[in-house]
């Protein structure tokens, strides 16, 4: 059933879709009044989407529940907060945060709060969550931090395997199937074309992977170089492609609809998130945090619940045995 959730997220067949209410392309989206304006979108369950596709079980994964979409605005910063800080920032406009929970090429491994505690903890106060996977990085990748993370010879087998991380690190943190995972590739330069195709080579094997062992493969990147290179393959008609986009323009203000890289029925309904401004510091509950702004309109992860998690592990009843323990 993932499969076909990630057809239609992708949008690549919804011409002249109209933007959604909710997160309009001004200063700023409104703000929640009572918590984050979250939704589970039966429109969107993969059991009703499309059941006579033979691929629409990959991985053996029998009935994924429905996806999780947020509307509204979001943050996102290097390395989790803690919980205080958390419970301080429930005063501010945000109603979901981006957690860099896996991949090689993090900017900030270490990670010390979020362990699966902190996803129930944060879960239960009323934030949703945005997983970031920061892998290897394509190999013209302009920022020089990230070049020791250059995708290797094998970029199908080297996608593949990275995903499969990608999906235990999440079940690990107790992130169930049907949550999106969104790869970060930080920007590069799709100009070189020997680049370009390894780069997306690498990235729709991870795309596979991820949507075969049931999750939402998302995508992080910069709007004039992988998300300009991602939207090129989507129109060129390249199967495989990521089915929530998110891209990163710092204009300072949110744009979801209104990119101009993007056609306007690619990535919709419910799959864009706009990084509007980065680098900015903002203070809540007495709490300071360094932070990148986003306003979006799709999906969140979705948290087993605690109790049902048992030991830290997603809900091995519904995952393929590629990725149980």
């Given at each position: 059933?993932i499969a076909a959730v990630v057809a239609a997220l992708a949008g690549a067949a919804l011409a002249g879709a109209p933007a959604p209410?909710?997160?309009?392309?001004?200063?700023?989206?409104?703000?929640?009044?009572?918590?984050?304006?979250?939704?589970?979108?039966?429109?969107?369950?993969?059991?009703?989407?499309?059941?006579?596709?033979?691929?629409?079980?990959?991985?053996?994964?029998?009935?994924?529940?429905?996806?999780?979409?947020?509307v509204g605005q979001a943050f996102d910063t290097c390395e989790a907060p803690s919980l205080d800080v958390m419970r301080a920032w429930?005063?501010?406009?945000?109603?979901?945060?981006?957690?860099?929970?896996?991949?090689?090429?993090?900017?900030?491994?270490?990670?010390?709060?979020?362990?699966?505690?902190?996803?129930?903890?944060?879960?239960?106060?009323?934030?949703?969550?945005?997983?970031?996977?920061?892998?290897?990085?394509?190999?013209?990748?302009?920022?020089?931090?990230?070049?020791?993370?250059?995708?290797?010879?094998?970029?199908?087998?080297?996608?593949?395997?990275?995903?499969?991380?990608?999906?235990?690190?999440?079940?690990?943190?107790?992130?169930?199937?049907?949550?999106?995972?969104?790869?970060?590739?930080?920007?590069?330069?799709?100009?070189?074309?020997?680049?370009?195709?390894?780069?997306?080579?690498?990235?729709?094997?991870?795309?596979?992977?991820?949507?075969?062992?049931?999750?939402?493969?998302?995508?992080?990147?910069?709007?004039?170089?992988?998300?300009?290179?991602?939207?090129?393959?989507?129109?060129?008609?390249?199967?495989?492609?990521?089915?929530?986009?998110?891209?990163?323009?710092?204009?300072?203000?949110?744009?979801?609809?209104?990119?101009?890289?993007?056609?306007?029925?690619?990535?919709?309904?419910?799959?864009?998130?706009?990084?509007?401004?980065?680098?900015?510091?903002?203070?809540?509950?007495?709490?300071?945090?360094?932070?990148?702004?986003?306003?979006?309109?799709?999906?969140?992860?979705?948290?087993?619940?605690?109790?049902?998690?048992?030991?830290?592990?997603?809900?091995?009843?519904?995952?393929?045995?590629?990725?149980?323990?």
């Amino acid at each position: 059933m993932i499969a076909a959730v990630v057809a239609a997220l992708a949008g690549a067949a919804l011409a002249g879709a109209p933007a959604p209410a909710g997160v309009p392309d001004r200063a700023a989206p409104a703000a929640p009044a009572a918590g984050p304006l979250a939704r589970d979108t039966a429109s969107l369950d993969p059991a009703s989407l499309d059941p006579g596709d033979p691929s629409s079980a990959p991985g053996g994964v029998a009935a994924a529940p429905a996806l999780v979409h947020y509307v509204g605005q979001a943050f996102d910063t290097c390395e989790a907060p803690s919980l205080d800080v958390m419970r301080a920032w429930r005063s501010s406009p945000y109603g979901a945060v981006g957690i860099y929970f896996g991949g090689r090429g993090r900017g900030c491994p270490t990670q010390r709060e979020l362990t699966p505690a902190w996803v129930t903890s944060v879960d239960a106060m009323g934030w949703r969550l945005l997983p970031l996977f920061v892998g290897s990085q394509a190999p013209c990748v302009y920022a020089a931090a990230k070049r020791p993370f250059a995708i290797g010879s094998s970029p199908v087998s080297q996608g593949t395997r990275e995903g499969g991380d990608a999906v235990r690190a999440a079940q690990a943190l107790g992130l169930d199937v049907s949550s999106p995972l969104y790869l970060d590739i930080e920007a590069y330069d799709p100009g070189d074309a020997g680049c370009a195709a390894t780069t997306l080579s690498f990235v729709r094997a991870w795309n596979r992977e991820v949507t075969r062992l049931g999750y939402v493969p998302g995508y992080y990147s910069s709007a004039d170089t992988g998300v300009q290179h991602i939207e090129a393959a989507r129109r060129a008609g390249t199967k495989d492609l990521p089915a929530v986009m998110w891209f990163a323009r710092w204009l300072g203000r949110p744009a979801l609809y209104t990119e101009s890289v993007l056609q306007p029925e690619a990535w919709t309904p419910h799959a864009r998130i706009h990084q509007y401004a980065g680098n900015v510091s903002e203070t809540y509950g007495g709490r300071r945090v360094a932070i990148d702004r986003n306003a979006m309109d799709a999906p969140v992860a979705r948290v087993v619940p605690a109790a049902v998690r048992g030991g830290g592990t997603a809900d091995e009843a519904r995952l393929p045995d590629a990725v149980r323990p």
